[in-house]
């Protein structure tokens, strides 16, 4: 048995400087910014994430992004607005082209899950956010694959799931450190380069191809 992981174009997915233009855009001009990009679902820690942000309301520079669409959105938008949580921004899904803009313009990528629910679950955003440079903070099990694979890289945090005092804890120290911030990113998109490249996912098939064919 052959095994391939999943991989990511590190040409289009690639480590990109703030665009002010779209930093302003947005309103994120001197924000940061902590942003959950993709399906708003059932499988994520939305409701660690409201409660970290109303911890963190006095804190002006930290702004929570929650961007994409799902069956929680509707719900969420109206318990942020509810609780007046002016530091959580809803916005709709970006196009494709312009992923490695916004995500240059975060501060820090969220991948968390609610308990259980990374089991069975590795999002292939994760490469993407790894080959863009970004910091990630993730919650999961420590035996889930979204747990080795940050670890393993050394590309961001991972901290238990629903555990909002570790959330505003991490949140806390990642804003207070910038240098972690790239340390982290920079890992992150070495160990891409390394493993999970299109580059390196096609070497693989054809070993395994080559494998295959001199059998017979």
Same mark, same amino acid.
Request: with cysteine; glycine share 8%; charged share 20%.
């Given at each position: 048995?052959?095994?391939?992981?999943?991989?990511?174009?590190?040409?289009?997915?690639?480590?990109?400087?703030?665009?002010?233009?779209?930093?302003?855009?947005?309103?994120?001009?001197?924000?940061?910014?902590?942003?959950?990009?993709?399906?708003?679902?059932?499988?994520?820690?939305?409701? =660690?994430?409201?409660?970290?942000?109303?911890?963190?309301? @006095?804190? /002006?520079?930290? !702004?929570?992004? &929650? %961007?994409?669409? #799902?069956?929680?959105?509707?719900?969420?938008?109206?318990?942020?607005?509810?609780?007046?949580?002016?530091?959580?921004?809803?916005?709709?899904?970006?196009?494709?082209?312009?992923?490695?803009?916004?995500?240059?313009?975060?501060?820090?990528?969220? =991948?968390?899950?609610?308990?259980?629910?990374?089991?069975? @679950?590795? /999002?292939?955003? !994760?490469?993407? &956010? %790894?080959?863009? #440079?970004?910091?990630?903070?993730?919650?999961?099990?420590?035996?889930?694959?979204?747990?080795?694979?940050?670890?393993?890289?050394?590309?961001?945090?991972?901290?238990?799931?629903?555990?909002?005092?570790?959330?505003?804890?991490?949140?806390?120290?990642?804003?207070?450190?910038?240098?972690?911030?790239?340390?982290?990113?920079?890992?992150?998109?070495?160990?891409?380069?390394?493993?999970?490249?299109?580059?390196?996912?096609?070497?693989?098939?054809?070993?395994?191809?080559?494998?295959?064919?001199?059998?017979?």
């Amino acid at each position: 048995i052959s095994v391939i992981p999943n991989f990511v174009d590190v040409e289009e997915m690639r480590p990109l400087p703030r665009d002010p233009a779209m930093a302003a855009r947005f309103g994120w001009t001197g924000k940061f910014g902590i942003m959950h990009g993709g399906n708003i679902g059932f499988a994520y820690d939305f409701d =660690s994430m409201l409660a970290a942000a109303a911890r963190l309301q @006095s804190h /002006p520079r930290i !702004l929570f992004v &929650i %961007m994409g669409a #799902g069956v929680r959105k509707t719900e969420l938008e109206q318990r942020a607005q509810q609780a007046g949580l002016t530091n959580v921004q809803f916005l709709p899904y970006q196009p494709a082209a312009d992923l490695p803009q916004v995500r240059g313009c975060s501060d820090v990528q969220l =991948s968390l899950y609610r308990r259980g629910s990374s089991a069975s @679950s590795l /999002p292939s955003k !994760l490469y993407e &956010i %790894m080959a863009c #440079g970004c910091a990630v903070l993730a919650s999961s099990e420590p035996e889930s694959e979204v747990t080795r694979l940050i670890d393993t890289a050394n590309a961001g945090i991972v901290i238990e799931p629903e555990n909002v005092d570790a959330l505003v804890d991490a949140i806390v120290r990642l804003e207070g450190d910038a240098e972690a911030r790239a340390r982290l990113g920079r890992s992150g998109r070495a160990y891409v380069l390394a493993h999970h490249s299109d580059a390196s996912a096609i070497e693989a098939y054809e070993e395994c191809l080559l494998r295959v064919t001199h059998r017979h």
